[in-house]
């Protein structure tokens, strides 16, 4: 992700406007080529080597700051060597050592003789052989493996990345979807599940004549988070690039930039592409143990996939994180508030208050329980003993099953 010094912006009568790149610029994609090729050298550069040839490289272009954004951008998707096991001090001293007494005991080695000889001496190990003896310093870590980008896609990546840096800072996030596929919708909601963020779904009409259905998510941002709001920042720019995927979308809300608040808004014709691929086989490992277990332990409840949203009063909907069907065929839905969910769980209480025929169990963690708005809102609840409990960090399957069977039992 690009940091603050790195981010070209410009101030337009209270708007914030991204200065976005054209992907198709020759002399754009010509530089992007250039940064991807120092990873991609033979034999393979260290990280000092690599750092060594960008800084030539982008100190030559007209525009400094944008080279040094798509190395930045670059550097995010190489993964480096790590040391190992091995005592890299202890085998260096004793390298060096060894490599002193052999100079002291012969002033006139031939070069590759006396390398040979001290190795020999000194016996180290093969990843001390194969990386040097300074293979545990970050400047002689080398790529595992050139970065999976094409000069459009790095460009591509550029502009989406200048709005998550601004997201960071963002007030209440607004994406309107205009006539959303099911499929697409499906999807979206996933990556808002995957980053733990919660969206007030709500059906509206479009702008256009004609009035075309659309929905309305409404999302908190970190300015309304209390507490690790720059750790909730980096969730909902992450969460970004899935929006840039839909046909239609609009996105509205306020940003900090140069240390005043101004509006952001964009929509599909800002030419974004979302960068995320094959989610739909990605599994997080807390979900796969908890499907795991479940199916161990559920005695009688299988979980099931939740098709379409369930719908509240005054057009609302609710995407469940889980889905499960009992023996007889009754299907109940599990919805989860983590840590920054405060202000959605009290809401949600509300709702469940005054739809009682709802199937919806919640699990609540107890990092927002804790807080004061939301630990009222639980104790003065009626329903949440019956349909409701308190987890951490992720929820177990004995609290899901009784939860579950409790709800049942009172319905």
């Not at 610029?25 to 990873?39: F, K, P, V």
């Not at 030559?60 to 995010?76: E, M, N, T």
């Not at 390398?115 to 400047?139: F, H, K, N």
């Not at 709702?351 to 009682?356: D, I, K, R």
Request: hydrophobic share 40%.
């Amino acid at each position: 992700m690009l940091t603050k010094d790195l981010v070209h912006c410009r101030i337009d009568h209270g708007r914030v406007r991204p200065r976005f790149v054209d992907p198709a610029s020759a002399e754009l994609l010509a530089l992007a080529a250039d940064l991807l090729a120092l990873y991609a050298g033979e034999p393979v550069p260290n990280r000092a080597e690599i750092e060594e040839t960008a800084a030539v490289l982008i100190r030559g272009q007209r525009d400094p700051r944008l080279a040094k954004g798509l190395h930045k951008l670059i550097q995010d998707q190489v993964e480096f060597t790590q040391p190992g096991t091995v005592d890299y001090p202890a085998c260096r001293n004793r390298i060096l050592a060894l490599a002193a007494q052999a100079l002291r005991e012969d002033q006139g080695p031939d070069p590759e003789a006396y390398r040979e000889a001290v190795l020999a001496a000194a016996a180290p190990p093969e990843e001390i052989r194969g990386r040097g003896i300074y293979g545990d310093l970050p400047q002689f870590e080398y790529p595992l493996a050139p970065p999976r980008l094409s000069p459009q896609a790095l460009l591509e990546r550029y502009n989406t990345g200048l709005v998550q840096a601004l997201l960071l800072s963002a007030d209440e996030l607004h994406v309107k979807v205009g006539d959303p596929e099911p499929a697409q919708l499906r999807r979206l909601f996933k990556y808002l599940k995957f980053f733990r963020l919660l969206a007030r779904v709500t059906e509206c009409r479009s702008d256009r004549a004609g009035g075309m259905k659309a929905l309305e998510l409404e999302v908190a941002g970190p300015a309304s988070v209390l507490g690790q709001n720059r750790r909730y920042g980096l969730q909902l720019a992450s969460f970004f690039p899935a929006v840039c995927d839909l046909d239609t979308w609009k996105l509205e809300t306020t940003v900090e930039w140069r240390d005043q608040r101004c509006e952001l808004r964009l929509d599909q014709r800002s030419g974004l592409v979302g960068h995320y691929r094959n989610f739909s086989a990605y599994v997080p490992e807390e979900i796969q143990l908890f499907h795991r277990d479940f199916q161990a332990k559920g005695e009688g409840w299988t979980i099931v996939a939740s098709e379409s949203p369930l719908r509240l009063d005054g057009g609302e909907h609710i995407f469940p994180d889980l889905s499960f069907r009992n023996g007889e065929g009754r299907v109940v839905h599990l919805e989860l508030f983590h840590r920054w969910h405060a202000g959605p769980l009290v809401r949600r209480l509300e709702q469940l208050t005054a739809q009682p025929d709802l199937p919806l169990i919640l699990g609540v963690d107890r990092a927002v329980a804790a807080r004061k708005e939301a630990r009222e809102a639980l104790e003065a609840c009626p329903c949440f003993e019956e349909r409701g409990f308190l987890f951490r960090d992720y929820p177990t399957v004995d609290r899901t099953r009784n939860c579950l069977e409790r709800f049942i039992g009172e319905g």
